[in-house]
Each structure stands twice: as structure tokens, then as C-alpha cells.
């Protein structure tokens, strides 16, 4: 499973733009083939700040999604909103921890 994340801090008066990109787009990258969640993230510290992070099979998932005219067209149509350039990072996810029942939360 690939995570990817992609900050992107927009023009203040242009956020209102951005969500109505990501609305039209959001339910065709979440069913692209290979993408298994997709979320929208907002920095509480910095309000123009929005961030996607999204789960993939494998990194040729991400690629594929990469090379597709929904990504180029949606991606062409967001960058002219930025501030300052996206920065975007992907890894492995190697391990989910959770609660196990046997062990006691600290208080």
C-alpha cells in the first residue's frame, strides 16, 4: 500500500475555487482503479492551506492515476491556485498500529 500526500497552500480568495475543483473530481479519483481511500485535509495553523491524502495499491497505481487525463486536467486546473509550489511525498505503509484490547489506555 502506497500513502501519498500533496500540501498545497493556495491564494486566499482562490480556496473557495479549489473545493469546488476537488468536489467535481473527488468521487472519480476515488474510484479510479488502484486508489483505495482519498481524504481532504485542512492545516489549522494556516488556513489556506489544504492537503490530500490518499491510499494506493502500489506505486504503478499512483503512476497510472499520474498519467490520466483526470489528473491532468484537474491538476492543470488546481496549480493555478497556488501561492507557493505543492509539495508531495509518497510511502510505504509498512504498519497500522491499534489498541489491543489487553493493554490498558494510560491516563
Do not use: C
Not at 492551506?49 to 497510472?64: G, H, I, K, P, Q
Amino acid at each position: 500500500m502506497l500513502v501519498r500526500i500533496v500540501r498545497m497552500t493556495f491564494e486566499e480568495d482562490r480556496i473557495d475555487d479549489f473545493h469546488a475543483i476537488f468536489d467535481r473530481s473527488k468521487a472519480y479519483i476515488r474510484a479510479f482503479p488502484g486508489n483505495r481511500y482519498l481524504e481532504l485535509l485542512r492545516d489549522p495553523d494556516h488556513p489556506a492551506v489544504r492537503m490530500t491524502y490518499s491510499l494506493w495499491e502500489s506505486a504503478d497505481a499512483l503512476e497510472t492515476y499520474r498519467q490520466s487525463e483526470l489528473f491532468r486536467t484537474t491538476w492543470a486546473a488546481t496549480k493555478v491556485l497556488f501561492a507557493e509550489r505543492a509539495i508531495a511525498f509518497s510511502g510505504e505503509k509498512m504498519e497500522a498500529v491499534s489498541l489491543d484490547s489487553n493493554v490498558s489506555k494510560i491516563t
